[in-house]
């Protein structure tokens, strides 16, 4: 089996761990957050698309599983976002503002969205390794 082969397969185990993590971890805000379904369809289509190019090494096959990895590469960017859009919207303060009124009234503050700020990196990493695993044009070691 060729390296490139056997990273596109770690990219499938990746796909499939990141989906079941993904899947506990936004429970509570599938609800409220319809874009926090988006790592889910993402991981599912990497799972998938990388299963076929793992087990048929065939130009379509890499190809539909390079698309999936540039997505993967996006939506991680873009959950980077919304884990830290507090921070980018500059809403951080009337955030603890809430949290004291809450105090105030009794609520814990366990009640509050603790979203890990570089987590969805771990998406984009996934896809970048898929891409390089995929990228014709690399040089031999001499
Ligand atoms: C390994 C990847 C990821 C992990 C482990 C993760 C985990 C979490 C956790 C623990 C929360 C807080 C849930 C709660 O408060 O009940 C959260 C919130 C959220 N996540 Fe993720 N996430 C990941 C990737 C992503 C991605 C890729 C996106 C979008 C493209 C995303 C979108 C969101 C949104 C919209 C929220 C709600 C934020 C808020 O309420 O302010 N997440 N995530």
Redesign the pocket.
Known sequence: MSLRRALVGFVAAGCLF?MI??LI?????FG??P??W??IIVSVLGLLTSLWAFARWQPLAQKAFQVVCFLLLI??L??LY??N??LFEGEHKETEGHAALGHEKGEGRGE?????PF??L??SGMGILGLMATYPKWKQDE
């Not at 971890?25 to 805000?29: A, M, Y």
């Open positions: 990141l993590e993904i971890s936004h429970r509570e805000v409220e957050k874009v926090a988006s790592p939506v991680g873009a959950g919304f884990h859009h507090e509050e969205h603790h979203a890990p987590a969805p771990s998406l």
